[in-house]
């Protein structure tokens, strides 16, 4: 079957769609931790990242759209951002490839996050013990700091 100018926009779209959500949950990711964060906090929420363990998941942000707060990002913006209405057909799948994104660079960043201070919290106490493409057998990471 052919690819139409109309498949092709709406593949654009959706694209579009979630790499805004992913750049947005990138930023709200970084806002999970702060200078009082334990070693202990990093290693939980990397272990529970990597597990899929639903505790740890509930405690990350979740997307804007649902219009919880009211200054955050709204659906309007995204119809706005992506240069359609609302009500035109395909608004919907549009706004599962934001969220989508949306949670993937949330994870994205709370595990990077994570694992550079884990990381370097080994490295500051002389036992890192991984080269570029091994395990260290202390903090379970690979290789140096990234």
Excluded at 23 to 43: I, K, M, P
Excluded at 76 to 94: T, V
């Amino acid at each position: 079957m052919e690819e139409t100018s109309k498949d092709r926009q709406e593949e654009h779209l959706a694209k579009l769609a979630h790499k805004l959500g992913y750049d947005h949950g990138r930023n709200a990711g970084s806002w999970v931790f702060d200078g009082n964060t334990t070693e202990e906090t990093y290693r939980w929420f990397l272990k529970g990242l990597e597990d899929g363990d639903p505790e740890v998941i509930d405690r990350l942000p979740t997307s804007p759209l649902s219009g919880e707060w009211a200054d955050s990002y709204s659906l309007a913006d995204l119809a706005d951002d992506l240069d359609i209405d609302q009500e035109d057909d395909g608004f919907d799948d549009l706004c599962w490839e934001y969220e989508g994104g949306y949670a993937m660079g949330v994870e994205d960043e709370v595990h990077h996050s994570a694992g550079q201070h884990v990381r370097w919290a080994c490295m500051a106490a002389g036992t890192h013990n991984a080269s570029p493409d091994q395990t260290c057998s202390k903090c379970g990471l690979r290789g140096g700091v990234a």
